[in-house]
Protein backbone atom coordinates (compact mmCIF):
# COMPACT_ATOMS: atom_id res chain seq x y z
CA UNK A 1 0.00 0.00 0.00
CA UNK A 2 1.43 3.51 -0.92
CA UNK A 3 2.83 4.80 2.28
CA UNK A 4 1.09 8.28 1.60
CA UNK A 5 -2.33 6.21 2.15
CA UNK A 6 -1.03 4.23 5.20
CA UNK A 7 -0.03 7.63 6.59
CA UNK A 8 -3.34 9.21 6.24
CA UNK A 9 -5.30 6.25 7.45
CA UNK A 10 -3.09 6.22 10.43
CA UNK A 11 -3.66 9.40 11.16
CA UNK A 12 -7.07 8.88 10.87
CA UNK A 13 -6.83 6.59 13.46
CA UNK A 14 -4.89 8.67 15.77
CA UNK A 15 -7.42 11.35 15.68
CA UNK A 16 -10.53 9.26 15.94
CA UNK A 17 -8.62 7.54 19.17
CA UNK A 18 -7.89 10.64 20.55
CA UNK A 19 -11.67 11.28 20.66
CA UNK A 20 -12.52 8.21 21.67
CA UNK A 21 -14.84 7.50 18.44
CA UNK A 22 -14.70 4.37 15.71
CA UNK A 23 -15.41 5.73 11.93
CA UNK A 24 -18.50 4.61 10.73
CA UNK A 25 -22.14 6.09 9.53
CA UNK A 26 -23.97 8.71 10.16
CA UNK A 27 -26.88 6.72 12.28
CA UNK A 28 -27.60 3.20 13.14
CA UNK A 29 -29.82 1.19 10.45
CA UNK A 30 -31.70 -1.96 10.71
CA UNK A 31 -31.92 -5.20 8.81
CA UNK A 32 -35.07 -7.66 8.67
CA UNK A 33 -33.91 -11.38 10.10
CA UNK A 34 -35.68 -12.82 7.61
CA UNK A 35 -32.53 -12.02 5.84
CA UNK A 36 -30.99 -15.14 7.36
CA UNK A 37 -34.04 -17.07 7.53
CA UNK A 38 -36.03 -17.55 4.55
CA UNK A 39 -35.42 -20.45 2.24
CA UNK A 40 -36.55 -18.58 -1.26
CA UNK A 41 -33.99 -15.50 -0.33
CA UNK A 42 -31.54 -17.77 0.22
CA UNK A 43 -32.06 -19.41 -2.89
CA UNK A 44 -31.84 -16.07 -5.23
CA UNK A 45 -28.54 -15.16 -3.49
CA UNK A 46 -26.84 -18.48 -4.47
CA UNK A 47 -28.49 -18.36 -8.06
CA UNK A 48 -29.01 -14.50 -8.69
CA UNK A 49 -25.53 -13.69 -7.24
CA UNK A 50 -23.16 -16.61 -6.42
CA UNK A 51 -23.61 -18.33 -9.60
CA UNK A 52 -22.96 -15.12 -11.65
CA UNK A 53 -19.88 -13.90 -9.84
CA UNK A 54 -16.12 -14.70 -9.83
CA UNK A 55 -15.43 -16.66 -6.62
CA UNK A 56 -12.00 -17.92 -5.55
CA UNK A 57 -11.86 -21.43 -5.61
CA UNK A 58 -8.30 -22.43 -5.65
CA UNK A 59 -4.41 -21.10 -5.61
CA UNK A 60 -2.48 -20.88 -8.96
CA UNK A 61 -0.16 -23.17 -7.16
CA UNK A 62 -2.61 -26.12 -6.29
CA UNK A 63 -2.76 -27.02 -9.95
CA UNK A 64 0.54 -27.48 -11.85
CA UNK A 65 0.64 -27.78 -15.90
CA UNK A 66 -0.39 -30.58 -16.94
CA UNK A 67 -2.43 -31.58 -13.89
CA UNK A 68 -6.44 -31.76 -12.96
CA UNK A 69 -8.19 -30.88 -9.40
CA UNK A 70 -11.65 -31.22 -8.77
CA UNK A 71 -13.88 -28.96 -6.48
CA UNK A 72 -17.30 -29.25 -5.34
CA UNK A 73 -18.68 -26.05 -4.52
CA UNK A 74 -21.91 -24.50 -5.49
CA UNK A 75 -21.48 -26.98 -8.56
CA UNK A 76 -18.74 -29.54 -9.50
CA UNK A 77 -15.65 -27.87 -11.29
CA UNK A 78 -13.29 -29.53 -12.83
CA UNK A 79 -9.76 -27.15 -13.45
CA UNK A 80 -7.10 -28.56 -15.74
CA UNK A 81 -4.15 -27.11 -16.80
CA UNK A 82 -2.75 -27.70 -20.35
CA UNK A 83 1.01 -28.11 -20.84
CA UNK A 84 1.71 -24.95 -22.21
CA UNK A 85 -0.27 -23.14 -18.98
CA UNK A 86 -3.38 -22.39 -19.81
CA UNK A 87 -6.04 -23.39 -17.35
CA UNK A 88 -9.31 -23.85 -18.25
CA UNK A 89 -12.64 -24.64 -15.81
CA UNK A 90 -15.42 -26.84 -16.73
CA UNK A 91 -18.63 -28.17 -14.85
CA UNK A 92 -17.50 -31.80 -13.70
CA UNK A 93 -20.79 -33.04 -15.27
CA UNK A 94 -20.52 -36.02 -18.03
CA UNK A 95 -22.97 -34.61 -20.82
CA UNK A 96 -24.50 -37.80 -20.99
CA UNK A 97 -27.02 -38.25 -18.37
CA UNK A 98 -25.61 -36.30 -15.90
CA UNK A 99 -23.42 -37.87 -13.61
CA UNK A 100 -20.43 -36.42 -12.12
CA UNK A 101 -17.29 -36.93 -14.36
CA UNK A 102 -14.19 -37.03 -12.41
CA UNK A 103 -13.94 -38.33 -8.72
CA UNK A 104 -10.08 -37.74 -7.76
CA UNK A 105 -9.46 -34.65 -6.22
CA UNK A 106 -6.32 -34.05 -8.10
CA UNK A 107 -3.92 -35.32 -10.57
CA UNK A 108 -2.11 -35.31 -14.02
CA UNK A 109 -4.31 -34.79 -17.13
CA UNK A 110 -5.95 -37.66 -18.78
CA UNK A 111 -8.82 -38.86 -20.65
CA UNK A 112 -11.30 -38.77 -18.28
CA UNK A 113 -13.84 -41.21 -18.57
CA UNK A 114 -17.61 -41.63 -17.11
CA UNK A 115 -17.87 -44.24 -14.68
CA UNK A 116 -21.49 -45.09 -15.82
CA UNK A 117 -21.56 -45.92 -19.94
CA UNK A 118 -17.80 -44.72 -20.66
CA UNK A 119 -18.15 -41.37 -22.35
CA UNK A 120 -14.58 -40.11 -22.94
CA UNK A 121 -13.40 -36.31 -22.60
CA UNK A 122 -10.14 -34.74 -23.64
CA UNK A 123 -8.84 -32.78 -20.63
CA UNK A 124 -9.57 -29.60 -23.21
CA UNK A 125 -13.35 -30.33 -22.24
CA UNK A 126 -13.68 -31.73 -26.17
CA UNK A 127 -15.77 -35.14 -26.05
CA UNK A 128 -13.18 -38.00 -27.22
CA UNK A 129 -15.68 -41.03 -27.50
CA UNK A 130 -19.13 -42.80 -27.18
CA UNK A 131 -18.90 -46.32 -26.91
CA UNK A 132 -21.28 -47.66 -29.40
CA UNK A 133 -21.51 -43.96 -31.02
CA UNK A 134 -24.32 -44.84 -33.76
CA UNK A 135 -27.22 -44.19 -30.75
CA UNK A 136 -26.51 -40.82 -30.71
CA UNK A 137 -25.69 -40.14 -34.09
CA UNK A 138 -27.84 -37.93 -34.84
CA UNK A 139 -27.58 -35.29 -32.31
CA UNK A 140 -24.80 -32.11 -32.84
CA UNK A 141 -21.23 -33.59 -31.47
CA UNK A 142 -20.14 -29.65 -30.08
CA UNK A 143 -23.25 -29.99 -27.57
CA UNK A 144 -21.81 -32.72 -25.62
CA UNK A 145 -18.11 -31.55 -24.69
CA UNK A 146 -18.12 -30.43 -21.22
CA UNK A 147 -19.62 -27.33 -20.25
CA UNK A 148 -17.15 -24.58 -19.63
CA UNK A 149 -17.59 -21.71 -17.31
CA UNK A 150 -15.67 -18.72 -16.90
CA UNK A 151 -12.09 -18.21 -15.22
CA UNK A 152 -9.46 -16.11 -14.71
CA UNK A 153 -6.15 -15.83 -12.93
CA UNK A 154 -5.56 -12.77 -10.41
CA UNK A 155 -3.17 -12.42 -7.21
CA UNK A 156 -2.32 -16.04 -7.22
CA UNK A 157 -6.07 -16.94 -7.32
CA UNK A 158 -8.19 -19.16 -9.67
CA UNK A 159 -11.56 -17.31 -10.00
CA UNK A 160 -14.48 -18.97 -11.46
CA UNK A 161 -18.04 -18.14 -12.00
CA UNK A 162 -19.98 -20.99 -11.59
CA UNK A 163 -22.35 -20.69 -14.49
CA UNK A 164 -21.18 -20.48 -18.37
CA UNK A 165 -21.44 -16.43 -19.02
CA UNK A 166 -18.75 -14.45 -20.66
CA UNK A 167 -15.28 -13.70 -19.75
CA UNK A 168 -14.39 -12.17 -16.71
CA UNK A 169 -13.12 -8.92 -16.58
CA UNK A 170 -11.19 -8.82 -12.90
CA UNK A 171 -9.64 -5.88 -13.85
CA UNK A 172 -12.83 -3.65 -13.67
CA UNK A 173 -14.29 -6.65 -11.26
CA UNK A 174 -12.06 -5.75 -8.57
CA UNK A 175 -11.26 -1.89 -9.66
CA UNK A 176 -8.15 0.31 -9.21
CA UNK A 177 -7.67 0.40 -5.10
CA UNK A 178 -8.30 -3.21 -4.86
CA UNK A 179 -5.82 -3.83 -7.61
CA UNK A 180 -3.32 -1.24 -5.88
CA UNK A 181 -3.37 -2.41 -2.67
CA UNK A 182 -3.47 -6.32 -3.61
CA UNK A 183 0.13 -5.63 -5.72
CA UNK A 184 1.51 -3.57 -3.25
CA UNK A 185 1.51 -6.54 -0.95
CA UNK A 186 2.82 -9.16 -4.05
CA UNK A 187 -0.02 -11.00 -3.21
CA UNK A 188 1.03 -13.21 -6.55
CA UNK A 189 4.00 -14.59 -4.74
CA UNK A 190 2.87 -15.37 -1.46
CA UNK A 191 2.94 -19.29 -1.08
CA UNK A 192 -0.33 -21.50 0.50
CA UNK A 193 0.31 -22.80 4.38
CA UNK A 194 -2.13 -25.28 6.13
CA UNK A 195 -4.93 -24.52 4.03
CA UNK A 196 -8.37 -25.12 5.90
CA UNK A 197 -12.06 -26.91 4.75
CA UNK A 198 -14.52 -26.02 7.35
CA UNK A 199 -18.33 -26.63 7.81
CA UNK A 200 -20.33 -24.92 10.32
CA UNK A 201 -23.85 -25.25 10.46
CA UNK A 202 -24.89 -21.06 10.01
CA UNK A 203 -26.35 -19.09 7.00
CA UNK A 204 -23.57 -17.88 4.65
CA UNK A 205 -24.18 -13.92 6.15
CA UNK A 206 -23.31 -14.75 9.30
CA UNK A 207 -19.89 -16.00 8.78
CA UNK A 208 -19.56 -12.90 6.36
CA UNK A 209 -21.08 -10.28 9.16
CA UNK A 210 -18.47 -11.49 11.68
CA UNK A 211 -15.21 -10.78 9.97
CA UNK A 212 -17.35 -7.00 9.13
CA UNK A 213 -17.07 -5.45 12.47
CA UNK A 214 -14.41 -5.33 15.03
CA UNK A 215 -17.49 -4.31 18.12
CA UNK A 216 -17.27 -7.69 19.09
CA UNK A 217 -14.00 -8.31 19.68
CA UNK A 218 -13.68 -6.72 23.56
CA UNK A 219 -16.65 -9.64 24.34
CA UNK A 220 -16.81 -12.18 21.85
CA UNK A 221 -12.51 -12.56 21.47
CA UNK A 222 -12.13 -11.22 25.67
CA UNK A 223 -9.99 -14.37 26.15
CA UNK A 224 -7.79 -14.75 22.64
CA UNK A 225 -7.27 -11.49 20.37
CA UNK A 226 -8.77 -8.60 22.38
CA UNK A 227 -5.64 -8.07 24.02
CA UNK A 228 -4.03 -6.47 20.97
CA UNK A 229 -7.17 -4.42 19.11
CA UNK A 230 -8.02 -0.63 20.46
CA UNK A 231 -11.52 -1.29 21.51
CA UNK A 232 -14.35 -0.95 18.54
CA UNK A 233 -11.67 1.28 16.94
CA UNK A 234 -11.97 1.09 13.05
CA UNK A 235 -11.62 2.63 9.51
CA UNK A 236 -14.44 1.42 7.31
CA UNK A 237 -14.16 2.58 3.06
CA UNK A 238 -16.29 1.90 0.27
CA UNK A 239 -14.21 0.43 -2.78
CA UNK A 240 -17.00 -0.45 -5.93
CA UNK A 241 -18.92 -3.26 -3.92
CA UNK A 242 -15.80 -4.25 -2.23
CA UNK A 243 -14.93 -3.43 1.31
CA UNK A 244 -11.34 -1.89 3.31
CA UNK A 245 -11.54 -2.12 7.15
CA UNK A 246 -8.76 -1.22 9.39
CA UNK A 247 -8.71 -3.06 13.02
CA UNK A 248 -6.34 -0.52 15.03
CA UNK A 249 -4.31 -2.34 17.43
CA UNK A 250 -3.42 -1.37 20.96
CA UNK A 251 -0.25 -0.31 19.67
CA UNK A 252 -1.40 2.95 17.91
CA UNK A 253 0.21 5.58 19.68
CA UNK A 254 3.94 4.36 19.57
CA UNK A 255 3.28 5.93 16.00
CA UNK A 256 3.61 9.15 17.74
CA UNK A 257 7.37 8.30 18.90
CA UNK A 258 8.40 7.83 15.52
CA UNK A 259 8.94 9.99 12.06
CA UNK A 260 6.05 9.74 9.35
CA UNK A 261 8.57 8.19 6.97
CA UNK A 262 8.93 5.14 9.51
CA UNK A 263 4.91 4.41 9.65
CA UNK A 264 4.29 0.83 8.92
CA UNK A 265 0.53 0.42 8.96
CA UNK A 266 0.80 -3.19 9.06
CA UNK A 267 2.15 -2.98 12.32
CA UNK A 268 -0.49 -1.15 14.17
CA UNK A 269 -3.48 -2.81 12.75
CA UNK A 270 -5.25 -5.26 10.19
CA UNK A 271 -6.44 -4.55 7.08
CA UNK A 272 -9.95 -6.71 6.45
CA UNK A 273 -11.06 -6.49 2.87
CA UNK A 274 -14.38 -8.07 1.43
CA UNK A 275 -14.05 -9.14 -1.83
CA UNK A 276 -17.68 -9.22 -2.83
CA UNK A 277 -19.31 -11.10 -2.81
CA UNK A 278 -17.75 -13.83 -0.14
CA UNK A 279 -14.28 -14.16 0.16
CA UNK A 280 -12.44 -11.92 3.13
CA UNK A 281 -8.92 -11.06 2.89
CA UNK A 282 -7.13 -10.52 6.85
CA UNK A 283 -3.41 -8.55 5.86
CA UNK A 284 -1.31 -9.02 9.10
CA UNK A 285 2.05 -8.11 9.97
CA UNK A 286 3.67 -10.51 8.00
CA UNK A 287 0.86 -12.70 6.53
CA UNK A 288 -1.84 -12.93 5.13
CA UNK A 289 -5.55 -15.06 5.30
CA UNK A 290 -7.92 -15.63 2.93
CA UNK A 291 -11.09 -16.65 3.66
CA UNK A 292 -14.62 -17.77 0.96
CA UNK A 293 -17.67 -18.40 2.37
CA UNK A 294 -19.70 -20.64 0.76
CA UNK A 295 -22.93 -21.63 1.72
CA UNK A 296 -24.27 -25.76 1.36
CA UNK A 297 -27.85 -24.70 2.38
CA UNK A 298 -29.19 -21.96 4.28
CA UNK A 299 -28.09 -22.59 7.37
CA UNK A 300 -24.55 -24.68 5.94
CA UNK A 301 -21.40 -22.44 5.77
CA UNK A 302 -18.45 -23.96 4.11
CA UNK A 303 -15.12 -21.96 4.74
CA UNK A 304 -11.73 -22.16 2.52
CA UNK A 305 -9.26 -20.92 4.58
CA UNK A 306 -5.78 -20.44 2.62
CA UNK A 307 -3.09 -18.62 4.72
CA UNK A 308 -0.52 -16.88 2.71
CA UNK A 309 3.39 -16.66 3.41
CA UNK A 310 6.02 -14.59 2.02
CA UNK A 311 7.88 -18.02 1.92
CA UNK A 312 7.40 -21.46 3.21
CA UNK A 313 9.02 -21.63 6.53
CA UNK A 314 12.60 -22.16 6.38
CA UNK A 315 13.37 -23.69 9.59
CA UNK A 316 11.49 -25.12 12.42
CA UNK A 317 11.03 -22.04 14.42
CA UNK A 318 9.40 -20.39 11.68
CA UNK A 319 7.10 -23.56 10.94
CA UNK A 320 5.93 -23.53 14.60
CA UNK A 321 5.64 -19.56 14.52
CA UNK A 322 3.13 -19.85 11.71
CA UNK A 323 1.23 -23.06 12.82
CA UNK A 324 0.95 -21.06 16.41
CA UNK A 325 -0.42 -17.97 14.69
CA UNK A 326 -3.12 -20.38 12.71
CA UNK A 327 -4.06 -21.85 15.89
CA UNK A 328 -4.69 -18.05 17.42
CA UNK A 329 -7.04 -17.30 14.17
CA UNK A 330 -8.53 -20.33 13.66
CA UNK A 331 -9.37 -19.97 17.60
CA UNK A 332 -10.93 -16.69 17.01
CA UNK A 333 -12.60 -18.15 14.03
CA UNK A 334 -14.75 -20.84 16.03
CA UNK A 335 -15.40 -18.27 18.80
CA UNK A 336 -17.41 -16.16 15.89
CA UNK A 337 -18.82 -19.51 14.31
CA UNK A 338 -20.29 -20.03 17.64
CA UNK A 339 -21.67 -16.01 17.91
CA UNK A 340 -23.07 -16.75 14.60
CA UNK A 341 -24.74 -20.62 15.51
CA UNK A 342 -26.52 -18.53 18.42
CA UNK A 343 -27.34 -15.61 16.57
CA UNK A 344 -28.83 -17.99 14.10
CA UNK A 345 -30.65 -20.04 17.17
CA UNK A 346 -31.39 -16.70 18.31
CA UNK A 347 -33.12 -14.78 15.36
CA UNK A 348 -35.43 -17.70 14.90
CA UNK A 349 -36.93 -16.96 18.15
CA UNK A 350 -39.01 -13.97 16.85
CA UNK A 351 -38.27 -11.68 19.36
CA UNK A 352 -37.70 -9.05 16.76
CA UNK A 353 -38.67 -8.61 13.09
CA UNK A 354 -34.58 -6.69 12.88
CA UNK A 355 -31.91 -6.56 14.01
CA UNK A 356 -29.38 -3.40 14.45
CA UNK A 357 -25.91 -2.71 13.23
CA UNK A 358 -24.64 0.61 15.26
CA UNK A 359 -22.85 3.45 13.09
CA UNK A 360 -19.24 1.63 13.33
CA UNK A 361 -21.18 -1.81 11.99
CA UNK A 362 -21.20 0.00 9.11
CA UNK A 363 -19.52 -2.83 6.77
CA UNK A 364 -22.12 -4.82 7.74
CA UNK A 365 -25.19 -2.12 6.06
CA UNK A 366 -22.64 -2.28 2.99
CA UNK A 367 -22.53 -6.02 2.64
CA UNK A 368 -26.50 -6.22 2.96
CA UNK A 369 -27.31 -3.39 0.38
CA UNK A 370 -25.03 -4.87 -2.15
CA UNK A 371 -26.97 -7.94 -1.71
CA UNK A 372 -30.64 -6.17 -1.71
CA UNK A 373 -28.73 -3.97 -4.61
CA UNK A 374 -27.94 -7.34 -6.89
CA UNK A 375 -31.42 -8.80 -6.16
CA UNK A 376 -33.49 -6.17 -7.04
CA UNK A 377 -31.71 -5.59 -10.59
CA UNK A 378 -33.00 -8.91 -11.50
CA UNK A 379 -36.49 -10.22 -11.29
CA UNK A 380 -38.14 -12.67 -9.08
CA UNK A 381 -37.15 -15.98 -10.04
CA UNK A 382 -34.73 -14.35 -12.86
S1 LIG B 1 -23.81 -40.53 -17.81
FE1 LIG B 1 -21.77 -40.42 -18.43
S2 LIG B 1 -21.61 -41.92 -19.93
FE2 LIG B 1 -23.67 -42.01 -19.36
FE1 LIG C 1 -14.33 -12.24 15.32
Same mark, same amino acid.
Given at each position: MHHATQ???????? +?LADQGLSDG???????PVSRYLDEPRYLRERDQVLF??????ARSTEIAAGHFLTRDLLAPLLLSRDASGRLRAFLNVCKHRGTQLVSEASGPNRVFVCPYHGWSYNPDGQLR???????????????????EVPLAERFGAVWVRHSPGPALDLERFFGEQIIADFDSFAVESHVLFDPQDIRRPVNWKLTIDTFLENYHVAKAHQATIDHLF????????RHGRHIRNFYVKRNLRELRELPESQ??????????????????????????DFSTVFPEGPLATRVLGHTLLEQAPASDKALRYFQRNNQILYGALEEDFA?????????? +??ASPQLWHGRYEVALRWFHQELD? +??EDLPEGG
Open positions: VQLLKKAL +AAETASALKEPLLVGIPHAYGFADIERACLNLTWPNLGLFEWNLRRHGNLLYFIWPNTLVLVEPDHLMAARVQAGIR +AGA +AL
